[in-house]
């Protein structure tokens, strides 16, 4: 989990905690409120909406970590109640400070009429300009938890590939498979994510071509990375010994394509061999 996300859900828990500590004090003043076009506001609406829409939130981000999606449908939906539910309270002040103004107006004015049309306005632009500023907070939320992602998975990529080397030597040569592929997943994942494109899946035969439809891998190189996975799955889960040659093989190969991958932070390929240079399979 990154530093981001982490931030997030345990300020949403601090304020939860806090909703459940002054539930004796809607319990018993609750009831208040305001009148707004013939319906009473009551303030215990605004504490069980805010609780509401905070469950939501967390809700949302526990199922995005079910599953090993970066920034998934769920944890967007979840950083959209997010941001709703901080805006929530200052709009509900907004609507509650309308009916004050329609006051004003109604004793400047003398014009029943011209409160209702200020309450009216002042209620609309607040929300409106609440549901703008919402959006504005979760766009910048997703592209923030976006970039945090991608960075951590750029980590993991470089961490994946040392263990990979690590084994050769220690000679677990079929978990060299397992770590030099788990390297390439986590670099196609973080270009898709550096390049803003949906990530459809975390499943290699997916993923491969999503990177490729995105411009991060060669058209010729497509298939290499698919032989670089037919290759894991047979170190992992098929009964031939996958030894020292094609361990290798396949820690040599892996270092050459993932040079291939085009990054669009800098949309300039890294100096790599060409495809006729990749080495041989054992």
Known sequence: ???????????????????????????????AGFAFFGVTLQFQVL???????????IYFYAVGFLNEY????????????????????????????????AEGVVWISDSPMAGEVSKFSVALIGGCVGLLIARIVWLRMNNREREASAD?????????????EQLVRAKHFDLVALEGFRAIEASLQHGLLACKAAIPSTRANLLIPAAAKAGLIPEELVGIFHELRIARNRAVHGT?????????WFLATTRTVMKRITL????????APNTAALPEAG
């Open 240 to 248: 031939e010994l996958f030894n020292q040659q094609d361990a290798s």
């Open 70 to 101: 970066p920034m998934g449908f769920a944890h967007r939906v979840g950083n959209l109640f997010y941001a709703i539910s901080l805006l929530f309270p200052p709009v509900f002040a907004v609507v509650a400070l309308s009916a004050t103004v």
């Open 264 to 271: 669009p932070s800098t949309g300039e390929e890294d100096p």
């Open 152 to 164: 951590q998975l750029a980590v993991q990529s470089h961490d994946h590939l040392r263990r990979a």
């Open 1 to 31: 989990m990154i530093d981001f996300a982490r931030a997030k859900i345990v300020f949403a828990l601090a304020i939860a905690g806090i909703l459940f500590a002054i539930h004796p004090l809607i319990r018993d003043h609750g009831t």
């Open 47 to 57: 504490y069980y909406a805010f609780f509401g829409l905070l469950g939501c939130t």
